[in-house]
């Protein structure tokens, strides 16, 4: 099967850094889209970057200027590394990726998702 695994998580001041990175592993026959999301306690799921097959990026208005994605297609690896935290972003952070199987079915998968808090 399709599985996606993420690392980075963690507890960082504000104004400080992380880097989120996301492994795509299993029968995979091409990746297309990659994207974060995250969902704070109480709220719903959010985008917050998003990059295609062939590079282009979306961002949320939020993290536009502090957040950069990408992606790795040789490794299946999509990272974010977020610059210039706020308490505001604390959240558990997910990772999808739309993917096509050896068998022919294209499905979006999702990581387990990593805690991300970042204090005042």
């Known amino acids: 099967q399709v599985q996606l695994v993420e690392s980075g998580g963690g507890l960082v001041q504000a104004g400080g850094s992380l880097r989120l990175s996301c492994a795509a592993s299993g029968s995979i026959f091409s990746i297309n889209g990659m994207g974060w999301y995250r969902q704070a306690p109480g709220k719903r799921r959010e985008l917050v970057a998003a990059?295609?097959?062939?590079?282009?990026?979306n961002y949320a208005g939020s993290v536009k200027g502090r957040f950069t994605i990408s992606r790795d297609n040789a490794k299946n690896m999509v990272d974010l590394q977020m610059n210039s935290l706020k308490p505001e972003d604390t959240a558990v952070y997910y990772c999808?990726?739309?993917?096509?199987?050896?068998?022919?079915?294209?499905?979006?998968?999702w990581g387990q998702g990593t805690q991300v808090t970042v204090s005042s």
């Open positions: 999808n990726a739309d993917i096509t199987t050896t068998w022919g079915s294209r499905t979006s998968y």
């Open positions: 990059i295609a097959s062939e590079g282009t990026t």
